[in-house]
């Protein structure tokens, strides 16, 4: 199950479950959509993975207590600022490369 972690792991900005501007990666590292696209350039500063929209979990039990309030996200941040210059010469070796081809 996602964590639906609180914030951007970059710039801290609020991440609540429903936001559509969270993205993540395969593990999970949280950035708002802003990071992703101006920041990071669709490059995980942790794996090097790309980034896809985080789902909303439900906030309302349509079915079998699937939702929020049975399944609340996490609480804990993660703020770990990334370094423009490391990260830029990180991403340069993997933006020209497809997130499904890396």
């Known amino acids: 199950m996602l964590e639906l972690r609180p914030s951007c792991e970059h710039c801290n900005a609020a991440l609540p479950p429903d936001s559509t501007q969270a993205r993540i990666c395969s593990f999970e590292c949280t950035f708002c ?10 490059v995980c500063p942790n794996c090097g993975g790309g980034f896809e929209p985080r789902p909303v979990r ?4 349509w079915k079998n207590g699937n939702h929020v309030g049975r399944y609340p996200p996490s609480t804990t941040v993660k703020h770990r600022p990334v370094d423009a210059a490391q990260h830029g010469a990180f991403s340069a070796l993997l933006r020209d490369i497809a997130p499904q081809d890396r």
């Open 58 to 61: 439900p906030a309302r039990d």
């Open 33 to 42: 959509a802003n990071c992703v696209d101006n920041v990071l350039g669709n």
